[in-house]
């Protein structure tokens, strides 16, 4: 099971981008999904998970700025950020709690390998 991130670059302050995640490897079913990230020197730190059901959750920080989503079909997350400011340079990462493959495998804390995000004018 692997986790692809990807959409990361260098945006200007006030500026947007869209981050995806997509997991392959026989999957039948991803529970909870989230992005979290890694600003030089701190901690990882969580940006917003989803659920099956769409439920999500955010960090506050984040809150009326970022917006995740998922397309369960094609084991995928989504990440749009807006109103982007240099405090959200980071390396974004992708995390899977739990995915249950066809062969009948459970897979737990499955992580991407991150996309660089970088405020900057």
């Known amino acids: 099971v692997q986790l692809q991130a990807s959409g990361g670059g260098l945006v200007q302050p006030g500026g947007a981008l869209k981050l995806s995640c997509v997991a392959s490897g026989g999957i039948w079913r991803i529970d909870d999904m989230g992005w979290y990230r890694q600003a030089p020197g701190k901690q990882r730190e969580l940006v917003a998970t989803i659920g099956t059901g769409s439920n999500t959750q955010y960090a506050d920080s984040m809150k009326g700025r970022f917006t995740i989503s998922r397309d369960n079909p094609k084991h995928a997350i989504y990440l749009q950020m807006n109103s982007l400011q240099p405090e959200d340079t980071a390396v974004y990462y992708c995390?899977?709690?739990?995915?249950?493959?066809?062969?009948?495998?459970?897979?737990?804390?499955?992580w991407g390998q991150g996309t660089q995000v970088t405020v900057s004018s």
């Open positions: 995390n899977a709690e739990q995915v249950l493959t066809y062969d009948g495998y459970t897979y737990r804390g499955v």
